[in-house]
């Protein structure tokens, strides 16, 4: 019985690890991912949240870079459905230029405040 709490244990921690380097993208320089980030906040510009009752708003955005340096937006990281849309409108297929990425998945972390 020990023995099969062991096996699960060590396969939860093994399929945990595996996601969590699926998600990394180790391969790209900190300098592109910083100005990756810094393009996609100008994309973004000031959603209207305090005509929402929103003050402020952090969301995890999760996103692919396709080949194409194309962003689409795979999690919005928000339960607020303007934001939510608001996000995906300004960001789906838009083309991050000048930019040296690796196609894959990317994570930022974006936090809103009402003007």
Known sequence: MKTVKLLSCLLGLFVLSLSNTAFANDGDDPE????????IVKLVDAPALGEYGISKAEVKLKFYINKENEIVVVDSGTNNNYLDSFLK???????????????????????????
């Open 89 to 115: 409108a300004r960001l789906n297929y838009q083309q991050i230029k000048g930019a040296n990425l690796k196609a894959g998945i990317y994570n930022i972390k974006i936090t809103f405040k009402a003007s």
């Open 32 to 39: 592109e991912i910083s100005n990756l980030r810094s393009k």
